[in-house]
């Protein structure tokens, strides 16, 4: 992998990861039309996610700090309940972690034609949070947080939106839409640090593939697009203002089953 493809992979996982437009799907897309594999990198493909966890951190760094300031008062207030329903969120992503990680792994192999059905699918979803928004602006319950969860673990297919997927069906759910952001961005840093630690564990880090400026490049595109990618994205849900992204989605989709052909 070159510099500049790094820096062009590390600008589409960044922005990509926020918007709901399927970060794996792209990427994907991107490995296909660069002729590149990123995972012959466990060292790049690490780098750029911490940098989308870093970029969440940075843009949420006062909601983060008021929730440990809740969670370390130790007892049951709005923040410690916050926390919860992440764990929560975070059941069924595990058990699909646990159970099917090797059929999820088997799917990332440029299969454009899945990419692009799937792709599909996040358009419908993100189509349907805007007519089917009740706009009841409740708060999130422990169960709306396992149904969120259940559209995160769903979205662990390549070119199903994880931000599109939790967010639509927040909405859907009558949601408060600050909250559903919030939510949806916040519950993703454990498993994306989860999964990374368990694949630096196993992987081999000595093949040499890739050099350290690429992943350097790599990580500070990533980062750089991800911060404005996520900023934007809650300013977007706030609105609900998300049809244009399905879309999006909807010609992607199209174009990648037609290429597929």
Same mark, same amino acid.
């Given at each position: ?44 493909? +690490?780098? !750029?996610?911490?940098?989308? $966890? &870093?970029?969440?951190?940075?843009? #949420?760094?006062? *909601?983060?700090?008021? @929730? %440990? ?16 329903? +992440?764990? !929560?969120?975070?059941?069924? $992503? &595990?058990?699909?972690?646990?159970? #099917?990680?090797? *059929?999820?792994?088997? @799917? %990332? ?153």
């Amino acid at each position: 992998m070159t510099t500049l493809q790094a820096l062009i992979l590390g600008i589409i996982q960044g922005l990509t990861e926020f918007l709901p437009v399927s970060s794996s799907g792209h990427i994907e897309i991107g490995k296909a039309l660069l002729g590149v594999n990123v995972t012959e990198s466990l060292e790049y493909s +690490i780098a !750029v996610h911490a940098a989308t $966890v &870093l970029s969440t951190l940075v843009v #949420f760094r006062k *909601d983060i700090i008021d @929730l %440990f300031k809740g969670v370390f008062r130790f007892k049951m207030n709005a923040e410690t309940h916050f926390v919860l329903k +992440i764990g !929560v969120s975070m059941i069924p $992503v &595990l058990f699909v972690g646990i159970f #099917f990680k090797d *059929d999820v792994e088997n @799917l %990332f192999n440029e299969n454009i034609l899945f990419v692009g059905s799937m792709l599909l699918i996040t358009a419908i979803l993100l189509a349907l949070s805007k007519y089917l928004n009740r706009n009841q602006n409740s708060p999130i319950g422990y169960f709306d947080a396992f149904i969120i969860g259940i559209a995160q673990a769903v979205a662990v297919l390549p070119g199903i939106s994880r931000s599109g997927a939790t967010i639509s069906t927040g909405l859907m759910l009558g949601k408060s839409k600050d909250e559903v952001a919030k939510f949806s961005f916040l519950m993703v840093i454990i498993p994306i640090l989860g999964a990374a630690a368990l694949d630096l564990l196993k992987g081999d880090t000595t093949g040499g593939a890739i050099s350290s400026t690429a992943i350097i490049t790599g990580f500070i595109a990533a980062f750089v697009s991800g911060y404005f990618a996520c900023s934007w994205m809650v300013k977007l849900v706030r609105k609900s203002n998300l049809l244009w992204f399905a879309v999006y989605c909807a010609i992607v989709g199209l174009v990648a089953i037609i290429a597929s052909l």
